[in-house]
């Protein structure tokens, strides 16, 4: 019959038996009576089948085999403090490494603000930032990937938790040179009809593009892109080449507006704006410093 196995805390009370001599020592020492420490031994003399303790009128002291299980348990001891050390260890180790994932327009253009205010703080986690769209930021959180993930589609999933941490709102541009760029604006049905230069699907400006536009007319889809490309720089240097129409984020194009390498077209009766929106699975812990990049990404989006 197997036997089962020993627990730490009786081991313990062995060890302490042994150091200060005596059961009620050891009860003072460990903050019990000294007739729990005298049951917990004689559990261990049962379970074993050895005589721990010799018992007189003059006291209990240990055995010779007492006395060879109490030092073996204070080896064993020694070894679980040192595991549970180096247990704590990498938990802090983990705790100071986070990884943050971001969608392409919060990692190109809202991150860079968020970690300097973090580094400010003086927090000695290590932030590792990655980017994907914002499918792939859900996936990578849900896996347990990210700590915690930035993005900008209106689909938010209900298994994770979620908070709204800034604001965007995506724009039409055209090139200076597009005819677009000399009308006051367009309407939603030809902005749908339009085939766009476009980021690929799963990207929240794609996602949000095209909930909108079925929102402002029910049944309308907007028709295939002329151009998948993997990022705003790539699509606003298209555009900027006279190479079409696109939808992008405001903070993406803002410095090209104020410059003039893009000219904004308002859409009649429609506009785009959409959250930035902080998730992570609530299942896994909260670390300090995910606390703290919230409260940065929430006291302001754009610098002052």
Do not use: C
């Not at 802090?92 to 603000?113: C, F, G, I, N, Y």
């Not at 709204?164 to 309407?187: P, Q, Y």
């Amino acid at each position: 019959m197997t036997r089962q196995p020993t627990e730490l805390a009786p081991l313990r009370m062995l060890v302490a038996v042994h150091e200060h001599g005596s059961l009620s020592a050891a009860a003072d020492v460990l903050g019990v009576s000294q007739q729990g420490v005298s049951a917990r031994m004689r559990a261990l003399e049962s379970q074993w089948g050895l005589r721990l303790f010799e018992r007189s009128t003059r006291g209990t002291t240990l055995t010779p085999e007492g006395v060879v299980i109490a030092e073996w348990a204070h080896d064993l001891l020694s070894r679980s403090a040192s595991f549970e050390s180096a247990v704590d260890a990498l938990k802090k180790d983990a705790q100071s490494h986070v990884r943050v994932a971001a969608s392409l327009t919060v990692a190109e253009h809202l991150m860079p603000l968020w970690l300097t205010r973090f580094a400010a703080t003086g927090d000695p986690a290590r932030l590792e930032l990655s980017a994907a769209n914002s499918a792939g930021v859900i996936a990578g959180v849900r896996d347990g990937k990210y700590s915690i993930g930035f993005i900008e589609t209106p689909d938010v999933p209900e298994d994770l938790d979620s908070m709204i941490v800034a604001s965007d709102e995506l724009v039409v541009v055209v090139g200076n040179t597009h005819a677009w760029a000399s009308r006051d604006a367009v309407t939603v049905e030809e902005l749908a009809a339009t085939p766009l230069i476009s980021r690929e699907r799963g990207s929240g400006t794609r996602t949000t593009l095209e909930r909108r536009v079925r929102l402002a007319a029910e049944g309308l889809t907007i028709v295939e892109p002329a151009a998948e490309l993997p990022t705003a720089l790539a699509i606003r240097s298209t555009v900027m080449a006279g190479g079409g129409v696109a939808v992008l984020s405001g903070l993406a194009v803002a410095d090209d507006l104020a410059a003039g390498r893009l000219t904004r077209v308002e859409t009649e009766d429609l506009t785009f704006p959409r959250p930035i929106v902080a998730v992570w699975d609530p299942r896994a812990p909260r670390h300090d410093a995910v606390r703290r990049l919230l409260d940065i990404a929430r006291d302001g989006a754009k610098p002052s």
